[in-house]
């Protein structure tokens, strides 16, 4: 049976549990369902901010922005305190089964309450999270609707058991394990993001995922065009004008030095990529160990102490003594080390720039501020995507992958990533989930 929203129109509906982002997977994948003739629809488990989209897709939104956080958020740290100690198992078995009761409530009201009231029938059910598979099964099983399951990341191995809290490792994973288990052996597709996820699902399921990584964007094609093009240019150029012009040792070793620099910064260039691919595999999860966001960004400020005063910008560190994190402290120092030279490069000449560590409740928070020119409203969606660059910046150095390399770490941890104005200046915040 097809379902038809027009003359040999059929209709598939991408559901995600977070809200829909300008540049997401799921915001990719809804829009080429569209391009290849689908009447596209979205089901998002959060409201965006704003519409972004254009009219060749629907979004519906399963809760508003302001009803958005869940109960624990809301509830404030004395009973976030009481959870994680019924986590750990601090009440024993009749603690942890009481919190797997709660914990079953919320996941069918998120899962399968919410995003049950919005869904259509349909001709293709795509599913950016397992959970969801439960209010799909029984509709596409009667409309004869193909599932497609898209894995973002190679879930039962992003914390080991026993790194897990006692509530995780007894109660809440096998659970979710089950859930994934049943949608990878049912789904007629499923998908994965790169070869390093399909290497670890097809050893855990059996089956391996076809390989569909994120959507290609010209606009890439353009800023990589001109970013290589340049030095290339510039490199020939000289090589040329020395080829037909007299020898000069001076004038040789310029153009050597010169040639040089611009090799290295097309090298460069392509490590950062290579860099970036290699940390989207979630191949470093290996290396994630408890450690102090503090100490981390100390580390940080004393590498540009020196590159500050030179600028007469005060750089300075604040906050809690101790911030615990779980994740690769080598990623996590680049990931600091690039926002704070980007508040060195982009901020104001003899300004200040505040590294601050905190615990806020459960979650762990690092802000680096800058009270330079920030980033106009309209770019903050963009600036994350490699090569992408501020047109007033388009003339300093970099390569535009800076900001890409924190957002692929802050992907690898978990994090969440804020872009505040501070009226002058910038904002940048990393949100993490405190060691269980």
Known sequence: MMMRDGPGRATAVSLTPVSLDADSRAFRIACSLADAGFRSLVIEGRASERPFWGPEIEVRSTANSSTATTPL??????????????????????????????????????????????LP????????SFELHRIVARTASRLGAKVVYDAHDFYRGIEPAERQSSFDRNWMRPF?????????????????????????????????????????????????????????????GRLEKAYHGERSDDGDQALIGDTIADLD????????????????????????????????????????????????????ITGDHEVLVTGDRDLLFDAIANLVDNAIKHGRAGGKIV???????????????????????????????????????????????????????????????????????LQVKLWFSAPS
């Open 73 to 118: 958020k809301r509830s404030g740290a004395p009973l976030r305190n009481t959870v994680n100690a019924l986590r750990r198992g601090g009440l024993g078995k009749a603690g942890e089964l009481a919190l797997y009761s709660g914990f079953r409530g919320h996941d069918w009201w998120r899962h399968c309450r919410q995003p049950g009231r919005l």
């Open 265 to 316: 910064a097309v090298l460069g260039m392509f490590s950062s990529i290579t860099r970036i691919a290699h940390i989207e595999t979630q191949a470093r999860k290996g290396e994630f160990r408890t450690v102090n966001l503090v100490e981390i960004a100390g580390e940080v400020v004393e590498l540009y102490d020196a590159a500050a005063e030179r600028d007469g910008t005060d750089l300075s």
């Open 176 to 236: 979710l394990n089950k859930l994934e288990d049943r949608l990878v052996a049912d789904a007629d597709a499923v998908v994965t993001v790169s070869d390093g996820v399909a290497d670890l699902m097809t050893g855990a399921f059996g089956r391996r995922p076809i390989v569909i990584r994120n959507c290609h964007d010209e606009r890439l094609d353009r800023a990589v065009a001109h970013d290589l093009r340049t030095p290339l240019t510039r490199m020939r």
């Open 355 to 425: 590294v601050a560590c905190e615990n806020v409740d459960d979650e762990a928070v690092i802000a680096i501020t800058d009270d330079g020119p920030g980033i106009p409203a309209g770019e903050r969606d963009h600036v994350f995507k490699r090569f992408y660059r501020l047109e007033q910046s388009r003339y300093t150095p970099g390569n535009g992958l800076g900001l890409s390399l924190v957002a692929a770490v802050a992907n690898l941890h978990g994090a969440r990533i804020e872009l505040l104005d501070q009226s002058p200046g």
């Open 121 to 128: 029938p349909a001709d293709l059910y795509y599913l950016h």
